[in-house]
């Protein structure tokens, strides 16, 4: 393998305590360290309120760390660093779903704008949402507000795209559909990804490296590598290299004791 370089970013010691209205400290995550280098595709699976989301939300510069640091390698050009999907889609109720999509391009001052609405239109129809362009988010279901919002993650080139479940609310054929296109779109742009999800084989099929992190109050366990070839294709699932590592995710994952039973 070829020497990877320097990370594009560095969490040190990374933990949060969040501050709870009673005065009392809720544990999200305990200190955790990670490299994450230019260019891979990342992803990060645990159990429900291990601390992906307080993660993500950290690495995006959202909520600040309790204790330890993130670092984030200077760009040469202007380019915006980070762009995020959130877990649940967060639109502007009052703007039209074109409008929602630009939102970045808008407060970013990208220009000039009539290029990113091709772009933009472009993705609409890319996540399956031609023709709703000027509908507004109450008009659309929960999962097609879910494909605006990654519609607007992709509308400008961010070096890292941070994606928290962007596909959970998801039917499986649009969400399969959707892994290759992103897959597509990550090997075109050369961005770095990192991608939370509670799909074992989804990470497996999209990954470089897999974080698998503990139960709650949650920490890196341990980071699997995937050397499975790209490009990668969904009849890739049937492979036996590819059965062999979502199992020993899926080993990790199991609560302690569960395997004894079996
Ligand atoms: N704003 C907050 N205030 C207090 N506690 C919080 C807050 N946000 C999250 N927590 C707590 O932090 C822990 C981690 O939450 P987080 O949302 O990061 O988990 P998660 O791994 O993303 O879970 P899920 O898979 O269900 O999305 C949970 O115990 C949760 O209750
Ligand atoms: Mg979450």
Redesign the pocket.
Known sequence: MTDPGPPIMQLVGVG?T???RDGKG????TPSTLDIQAGEFLSIV????????????MMAGLIAPSSGSIQIAQSAGTAPRIGLVF?RPVLLPWRRVIDNVLLPVEVMGLAPPEAYRARALELLAMVGLEGFANAYPSELSGGMQQRVSIARSLVYDSAVLLM??PFAALDAMTREELNLELLRIWKMTGRTIVF?T?NIPEAVLLSDRIVV?TP???QVREIVPVPLPRPRALSLMGDPDFGAIADRIRGMLRPAGAALAA
């Open positions: 949060k969040y501050q709870t809720v544990v999200a995550l645990g159990p429900s309120g291990c601390g992906k989301t307080t993660l993500l939300n877990q928290d479940e939370v509670h992190m709650r109050p949650g």
